[in-house]
C-alpha cells in the first residue's frame, strides 16, 4: 500500500509563490512517474505537471508553462511543485498522484493512476 500526503498549500495574493510538497510511503517510489493534478470549484479535475520515474522529463500544462516547476527527490520520497506568479485562476485542490504502470514516461491525463493524496487547498486572491 502506498500513502501520498500533500502539503503546502494556503492562501495568497496573486503574483505570489507556493511550494508544494507530497510524500509518498514505501520502496517503490523512484519507479513510477508522479503528477500534480488540480479541481477547481465546478470543474473537472486537471493535469498540471507530471515528472518521469528518473527526474529527467517533465511536462506541463499549458496554462502554467513558465510559472509552475515540478521536480523529485528519490531519496526523500518526495515531488514538489514549486508555483510562482500565481494568478486566480489557479485556485483549486492540489492533488498529487502515482502513475499506475512502472517506468512509463509522465501520464498526463487524470485517469491511470492508482495512488492519490487527499489534496491540498491552493487559493490566490486578486
Known amino acids: 500500500q502506498v500513502e501520498l500526503v500533500e502539503s503546502g498549500g494556503g492562501l495568497v495574493q496573486a503574483g505570489g509563490s507556493l511550494r508544494l510538497s507530497c510524500a509518498a510511503s514505501g520502496r517503490t517510489f523512484s519507479s513510477y512517474a508522479m503528477a500534480w493534478i488540480r479541481q477547481a470549484p465546478g470543474k473537472e479535475r486537471e493535469f498540471v505537471a507530471g515528472v518521469n520515474w528518473s527526474g529527467q522529463s517533465t511536462y506541463y500544462v499549458d496554462s502554467v508553462k513558465g510559472r509552475f516547476t515540478i521536480s523529485r527527490d528519490n531519496a526523500k520520497n518526495t515531488v514538489y511543485l514549486q508555483m510562482n506568479s500565481l494568478k486566480p485562476e489557479d485556485t483549486a485542490v492540489y492533488y498529487c498522484?502515482?502513475?499506475?504502470?512502472?517506468?512509463?514516461?509522465?501520464?498526463?491525463?487524470?485517469?491511470?493512476?492508482?495512488?492519490w493524496g487527499q489534496g491540498t487547498q491552493v487559493t490566490v486572491s486578486s
Open positions: 498522484a502515482r502513475d499506475r504502470v512502472p517506468y512509463r514516461e509522465v501520464n498526463v491525463g487524470v485517469i491511470d493512476h492508482d495512488y
